[in-house]
């Protein structure tokens, strides 16, 4: 009786058995199953941590470029306005609930008191 051999999937990193058919991590940049311990693209290629950071670093540019546009065109210094009045408002919403509490802790203290002297 022989029993049917099934294709033992390994870690894509060069000297590494560690079997990836359960649990394994596929590199976006490379697009090969690794390990645990080699999932990151700093632990086994540097290929791959290189690509990541030129991504890394183009969209940080491009992000950079956004809000740049977005400032020259007052929709920055708009939204910090809008933010600051924001905060205004939740401040002054906290200390009314605050007020609020305090006002029914007093009550309810002396409702107690009331009870307990009679």
Do not use: W
Request: net charge positive.
């Amino acid at each position: 009786m022989s029993q049917p051999s099934q294709s033992k999937q390994l870690c894509a990193f060069s000297g590494c058995k560690t079997p990836t058919s359960i649990l394994s991590v596929t590199c976006p940049s490379c697009h090969k199953a690794y390990c645990m311990v080699h999932r990151l693209p700093e632990s086994h290629s540097s290929v791959c941590t290189d690509l990541g950071r030129s991504a890394a670093h183009k969209a940080h540019k491009r992000d950079a470029a956004l809000i740049k546009a977005l400032a020259d065109q007052g929709g920055a210094r708009a939204a910090k306005v809008n933010r600051v009045g924001g905060v205004e408002k939740e401040r002054e919403d906290a200390k009314r609930r605050l007020k609020e509490k305090l006002t029914a802790a007093k009550q309810t203290r002396t409702r107690t008191s009331q009870n307990a002297k009679k």
